[in-house]
């Protein structure tokens, strides 16, 4: 699945080249090509994928995933805006908390094929700005649910969070939407979780989202369309090898539907990381090495203002190592072997940090620390000017045709 040797080589010739600290974001988009279509590949008719954009909305991203999703899942006027100039027809779902009006009026502009509604207030004002424009507004209710599964890294629901509609409220919201003359309730949206890895939890969190659909047909006596089970399918950071296994995971899905979902209902997937995560690479080159107190440090030529994830998680972003064994200076090279090391940025506070205490076997300054796993919520949901350093080069790594 991985390009690894390829990333690595690339680096390494990049280096080769300049004197000046490497700092880059290598997007393997051949990789993501070809990762994106296996997932794609195993679903079944009545399932489709979407692409939800805020994991990484880089223009070669979001053309490279293109022809192997059905669709995009935005969630802001920027996403939309960004989407719609790149593809004019894709399929668009809109959702998040907070839409304003200006929004809900490009969303309906942008003629997107879903609006997600997050409260009975946003429900009403929708109905109202579609009936201005004499138009209807085709949604599915957010569901806050009670009982939505546990294992993954964030949870939106199962427990008080900003995020849809109370699962106590909802009948409420389908009178209230049954009633508006330009809505078209279409059917229910579960998003509740990310980075959840266990492949058969997250079929029985489906298989929940299922039942509550079955259940809200038979008590209103009408079908639903729709039945969008979000994101939230994670990858293994402390194990980056170890795949979520979607083959398996998508045969059981098939088995799961056959039993369990109407033949009129399309399921829905909106996919970030699990899409994106693995084809995207940080190289950071080492600065500085030093031992304060008895903990040896790195400081890397980038930091936490362009890779944000790991601060954000207090966890160790998984890296390896690309030995760079040019040494211009005409004094000792500052090393280490088999110690224990804190990779740090070069930001000036202590939360700077993107690995604590980690094992590694020989590094050097001037060897380039290379992070995997940061092709979804790294750059995108990092603080790039804080204290005014370059931002990284991008690299990519075209598809063959
Ligand atoms: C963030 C988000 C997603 C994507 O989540 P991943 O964990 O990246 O798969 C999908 N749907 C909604 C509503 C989201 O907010």
């Known amino acids: 699945m991985e390009r690894l040797n390829t990333v690595i080589q690339t680096i390494a010739s990049r280096k080769t080249k300049q004197r000046s600290p490497l700092c880059a974001y290598v997007y393997d988009l051949e990789g993501l090509r070809a990762h994106t279509a296996s997932l794609s590949a195993p679903l079944p008719p009545s399932v489709q994928l979407f692409y939800a954009v805020k994991a990484n909305a880089d223009e070669h991203i979001l053309k490279t995933v293109a022809p192997h999703v059905t669709g995009f899942e935005v969630a802001s006027g920027g996403e939309l805006q960004k989407v719609r100039r790149l593809f004019s027809d894709a399929p668009v779902i809109f959702g998040g908390p907070g839409k304003t009006d200006e929004e809900l009026i490009a969303a309906l502009e942008a003629r997107v094929a879903l609006i997600h509604i997050e409260s009975l207030w946003e429900l009403q004002r929708l109905s109202w700005i579609a009936a201005e424009r004499q138009t209807t507004a085709r949604v599915l209710l957010r569901v806050n649910l009670r009982q939505a599964a546990s294992g993954a890294t964030l ?21 209230i939407a049954l009633a508006l003359p330009s809505v078209d309730l279409q059917g229910f949206h579960f998003h509740s979780m990310s980075n959840h890895t266990d492949e058969q939890a997250h079929l029985s969190f489906i298989e929940t989202c299922l039942s509550f659909v079955a259940q809200a047909e038979k008590t209103y006596r009408r079908p639903f369309s729709v039945v969008n089970v979000g994101g939230g399918v994670g990858i293994h950071y402390s194990d980056p090898d170890r795949p979520f296994h979607w083959d398996w995971f998508a045969k059981e899905l098939n088995l799961l539907l056959r039993r369990h979902a109407s033949r009129h209902w399309t399921v829905i997937f909106e996919l970030g990381r699990l899409i994106t995560a693995h084809s995207g690479y940080y190289a950071a080159e080492v600065l500085d090495l030093k031992n304060n107190y008895g903990t040896y440090f790195a400081i890397l030529r980038g930091g936490t203002h362009h890779l944000r994830l790991p601060a954000a998680w207090k966890m160790n972003h998984p890296f390896l190592i690309i030995p760079v064994n040019e040494w211009p200076y005409p004094f000792d090279r500052p090393s280490l072997f088999n110690e224990r090391v804190t990779l740090a940025g070069e930001l000036c506070t ?52």
């Open 155 to 175: 949870h939106m629901a199962g427990k008080p969070t900003q995020f849809g509609i109370d699962e106590r409220h909802i009948a409420e919201a389908i009178y």
């Open 350 to 401: 202590p939360n700077d940090v993107l690995a604590r205490d980690v094992p590694c076997a020989r590094l050097r300054v001037g060897d380039i620390v290379l992070f995997r796993c940061a092709g979804a919520y790294g750059w995108d949901i990092s603080h790039h000017d804080f204290l005014s350093h370059p931002h990284p080069e991008f690299i990519y790594l075209e598809p063959s045709t």
